[in-house]
C-alpha cells in the first residue's frame, strides 16, 4: 500500500514539474513555476464547480461569520462615525436579513476554471501591405454595455495578416479603455516568486489572493499558478482558519478535494471539533471524485462520524493519523459527557 | 470656449457629414479622435459624436493603439456618412472596410526603397572593399 | 523677495574687481534681512573654499545613509530612547504666526544639502530617517490605521518634497507586497465564464 501511494506521488510530481517547466518556458522570464504545483490540467473543474450541490456545500462551509465579513477595510475610503439605534425585533430581523444578503454577495467565490486556451483566429491574411509599417495595429471595439471577454480586439500585424488578439493584448487594451478599479497594466512585483514567497511567509493570504482576483481573469495561467502556491503554503501551514468566512475558502477547499489533499483539513477541522464541516467535505469529495470506493457504500449522510470513518476507511491516503484524530476528538466528546453528567449527578438532578 | 470633445452638435438635415480626425494632445504629441463631423465645419469644430480613438505613436509593445466603436460607426456608414482618406485607411486596416488603395500604394512604394536601399549598400560595400 | 535681493548682488559683485562685502542690507528691516540670510552666508562661504570646515555638522545633509542602516536604526534601543512607540510625527509642532498654520507645510528643509530651517521636518531632523519602499516600519507611521490611507501632511507636518517620497514609497511597498491593504472588490458574473450545457445536469442530479 504505501509504495503504490509513493509511486502515485513521484508519477504526481514528475506530471506536474513538467508541465511546470512547459509553461515556464512559454511565458516570460520573471514567471518561472518552480514549486510543483497542481493545476486543473487533465479535467474541466467548471461543470463540477457550478453544479448546484457543490455550490450549496462550499457555500455551508465557507461560514458567515459577520465579524470577519464586515471587517474594517483598508481600501483608503471615508469613514462615516457609527450609528446606534433601537429597533423592534422585526427591524431588527429586517436588518440581519439585510446583513446576510450582502455578505452572500461579499463571499461571491470566484469561479475555478481550467486553464484557457491560447487564441489563434486568423481573420484574414494580406500579403500585399507588408512593408506599409513596421508595428502592429491594434483595433478595439468600444461598443458600450459590452463584458471585457467579449469585447473585440483585433491586430494587424506588420506582415498583413488580421487576427485576433491574444488574450494578453486583450486584457491590456481592456485595461486602456476600459480600466477596472484595482488591476494594474503591468501586474503587481508582488507576483513574482522571490517577493510573493515573501509575502505568504507573513501569512498575508487574503491580499494576495485578493490581488490575483482583480488583476487576473479567473482563468489566466498565470492565476491558476499564484492561487495553488498560494493554497499549498496554506495547507503546508494548516492555517485555514485564516481563510474562514472570506470568499476564497471554498476555491481554496475545492482545490485541495480536487488534487486529494483534505486529510490535513480534515485534522485541523477534527481539532476544532467541527465534524459537520468535515462531513461536508468528505461530500465534496465524493461529488467530485464520483468513481471514490466510500460512495459506493450506502451510509446515512446524516451520520456525519460514520460517513467521515467510511472515508478513512476506502479513500484516505493517511489513514493512521486520520484515524488518531477521529479517536481523539470521540474521546473529547465522550469526557465531555461525562463530565456534563456527573455535574447534574452533583446537583442531584 | 472649446467645443466639447464627445460631441453635442446639432445634426444638420441634408448636409454631408464625415467620419474623420479631429486632433487633441499637444505639440510634437499628435492624438487624434475619430469624429462624425459636418463635412464643412472646421478640424477642431463641434463635433456630432465621437467614435473613437487614433494613437500614432507606437508604444512600448511596438504596437498603434486604435479604438472604434464598432456600432456607431457601421450606424453612421449606413446614413451615407462620408469618411476621410486617413479613417478610410485606418478602418481598412481594422477590417471594416476593404482596405484602402493608398495603403497598397504605400506598401509597394516601401517595400521598393527598402530593396533600392539595399541594392545601395551592397553597392557601398563593395566600393569600401575594391 | 530676499532671493532677488541677494541675486542682484552677485551679478554686481561678479561685475566690479573690488572685493565687496559679503551682504549689503537692502531693507527697511534690518533685523529681518540679517534672519534670513544668515544660512545663506554660510552656504556662500563654503562655497568659496576658505572655511569648508564650517559646516555645521548637525545641520549637514550631504551624507547618504542607506535604507538598511535606517531599518537598523527603528529596530534599534537609540531609536526607542528618542520616539518610545509614538510615531515619528507625533512630538514635532509646527511653528507659525497667528491662529492658523498655513494650508501646506514648507516646500523643503533641506536646500544645499543642509539643513535651512530652524525648525526642519519629523523626517529631516532626523538623518537616519529614510523613506524607502522596504523601510516598512517607517512607512506604517504614516498610514492611517483605521483606513489605510496615507496621512495628510497636515497631521503629520512633513515637507511637501518628503510627502511626496512618502507617497511614491508606499505606493512602491505596496506594489511589492510589503504593505498589505485591502483591494477593491471584484464581482464576478458567473455566467460569463460558464454555461451549463445540458450534459452537466447529470452531475447536479
Redesign the interface.
Known amino acids: 500500500m504505501a509504495a503504490t501511494v509513493t509511486l502515485q506521488v513521484y508519477f504526481r510530481s514528475i506530471f506536474f514539474t513538467n508541465n511546470a517547466v512547459l509553461r515556464s518556458f512559454q511565458r516570460k522570464s520573471w514567471r518561472h513555476c518552480s514549486t510543483s504545483v497542481n493545476i486543473y490540467n487533465d479535467r474541466d473543474p467548471a461543470p463540477v464547480f457550478f453544479s448546484e450541490n457543490v455550490q450549496t456545500i462550499l457555500k455551508k462551509i465557507t461560514g458567515t461569520d459577520f465579524n470577519k465579513v464586515f471587517r474594517q477595510r483598508f481600501d483608503e475610503k471615508k469613514l462615516s462615525p457609527p450609528e446606534y439605534k433601537f429597533m423592534t425585533d422585526e427591524e431588527l430581523k429586517q436588518k440581519m436579513k439585510n446583513a446576510e444578503r450582502l455578505s452572500s454577495k461579499i463571499l461571491q467565490m470566484p469561479p475555478v476554471l481550467k486553464e484557457r486556451q491560447a487564441i489563434s483566429n486568423i481573420l484574414s491574411r494580406d500579403p500585399a501591405i507588408t512593408g506599409f509599417e513596421n508595428c502592429k495595429f491594434v483595433f478595439t471595439d468600444i461598443t458600450y454595455g459590452l463584458p471585457d471577454r467579449k469585447r473585440l480586439v483585433v491586430v494587424r500585424d506588420p506582415d498583413g495578416t488580421l487576427r485576433q488578439a491574444s488574450w494578453e493584448e486583450a486584457e491590456r487594451m481592456n485595461q486602456i479603455y476600459n480600466p477596472r478599479p484595482g488591476r494594474k497594466l503591468k501586474p503587481p512585483k508582488l507576483f513574482q516568486e522571490e517577493h510573493l514567497t515573501n509575502v505568504l511567509e507573513r501569512g498575508e493570504y487574503e491580499f494576495v489572493l485578493d490581488s490575483a482576483c482583480a488583476q487576473f481573469e479567473p482563468d489566466d495561467p498565470e492565476y491558476l499558478r499564484i492561487t495553488s502556491v498560494v493554497y499549498e503554503s496554506v495547507d503546508k501551514k494548516r492555517c485555514y482558519q485564516l481563510l474562514h468566512s472570506t470568499r476564497h475558502y471554498g476555491p481554496l477547499c475545492f482545490y485541495l478535494t480536487w488534487n486529494k489533499k483534505i486529510e490535513n483539513l480534515l485534522i485541523s477541522l477534527l481539532q476544532q471539533e467541527k465534524l459537520e464541516a468535515c462531513a461536508d467535505i468528505v461530500r465534496l469529495y465524493q461529488l467530485i471524485h464520483t468513481d471514490c470506493k466510500s460512495k459506493m457504500i450506502n451510509v446515512d449522510p446524516n451520520q456525519h462520524l460514520e460517513l467521515l470513518k467510511a472515508y478513512v476507511e476506502h479513500d484516505s491516503l493517511q489513514q493512521q493519523q486520520l484515524q488518531l484524530a477521529i479517536q481523539a476528538y470521540q474521546e473529547i466528546v465522550r469526557e465531555r459527557q461525562q463530565y456534563n453528567e456527573n455535574v447534574k449527578t452533583a446537583h442531584g438532578l | 470656449m472649446p467645443f466639447p470633445a464627445a460631441g453635442g452638435a446639432r445634426v444638420p438635415l441634408r448636409t454631408a457629414k464625415c467620419i474623420r480626425f479631429a486632433r487633441h494632445g499637444c505639440a510634437n504629441r499628435p492624438f487624434y479622435h475619430i469624429v462624425v463631423m459636418d463635412k464643412k465645419s472646421p478640424r477642431q469644430g463641434h463635433v456630432i459624436e465621437q467614435l473613437g480613438t487614433w494613437d500614432p505613436l507606437v508604444n512600448a509593445h511596438g504596437e498603434k493603439l486604435c479604438s472604434i466603436n464598432l456600432e456607431r460607426t457601421t450606424y453612421w456608414i449606413s446614413k451615407g456618412a462620408l469618411i476621410s482618406e486617413g479613417c478610410s485607411m485606418l478602418l481598412g486596416l481594422a477590417g471594416l472596410l476593404p482596405i484602402h488603395p493608398r495603403v497598397y500604394l504605400l506598401a509597394w512604394r516601401n517595400r521598393r526603397a527598402a530593396a533600392a536601399q539595399k541594392v545601395q549598400e551592397k553597392e557601398d560595400a563593395a566600393q569600401v572593399e575594391n | 523677495m530676499f532671493r532677488r535681493l541677494l541675486c542682484t548682488f552677485n551679478t554686481l559683485s561678479s561685475h566690479t574687481a573690488t572685493p565687496t562685502p559679503l551682504l549689503r542690507i537692502i531693507d527697511a528691516n534690518p533685523v529681518r534681512c540679517s534672519l534670513v540670510t544668515s544660512t545663506r552666508l554660510r552656504c556662500k562661504a563654503s562655497e568659496e573654499g576658505e572655511v569648508q570646515e564650517e559646516r555645521d555638522p548637525t545641520k549637514d545633509r550631504s551624507r547618504v545613509i542607506p535604507v538598511e542602516t535606517s531599518m537598523k536604526y527603528i529596530k534599534s534601543e537609540a531609536y526607542h530612547t528618542t520616539y518610545g512607540s509614538d510615531p515619528v510625527w507625533k512630538i514635532y509642532r509646527r511653528n507659525f504666526k497667528g491662529a492658523f498654520p498655513p494650508r501646506k507645510t514648507r516646500k523643503t528643509c533641506i536646500r544645499a544639502k543642509m539643513i535651512a530651517t530652524g525648525n526642519p521636518c519629523p523626517i529631516c531632523r532626523d538623518e537616519y530617517l529614510v523613506l524607502d519602499y522596504r523601510n516598512v516600519d517607517l512607512l506604517k507611521q504614516f498610514i492611517s490605521e483605521?483606513?489605510?490611507?496615507i496621512l495628510s501632511y497636515s497631521m503629520t507636518n512633513i515637507c511637501q518634497r518628503r510627502h511626496k517620497e512618502l507617497q511614491v514609497a508606499v505606493l512602491k511597498a505596496?506594489?511589492?507586497?510589503?504593505l498589505?491593504?485591502?483591494?477593491?472588490?471584484?464581482?464576478?458574473?458567473?455566467s460569463?465564464?460558464?454555461t451549463?450545457s445540458k450534459n452537466?445536469n447529470k452531475?447536479?442530479t
Request: proline share 7%; hydrophobic share 20%; no cysteine.
Open positions: 483605521h483606513n489605510g490611507a505596496r506594489d511589492y507586497g510589503l498589505t491593504y485591502d483591494v477593491p472588490f471584484r464581482e464576478y458574473e458567473y460569463e465564464y460558464y451549463p452537466d452531475l447536479t
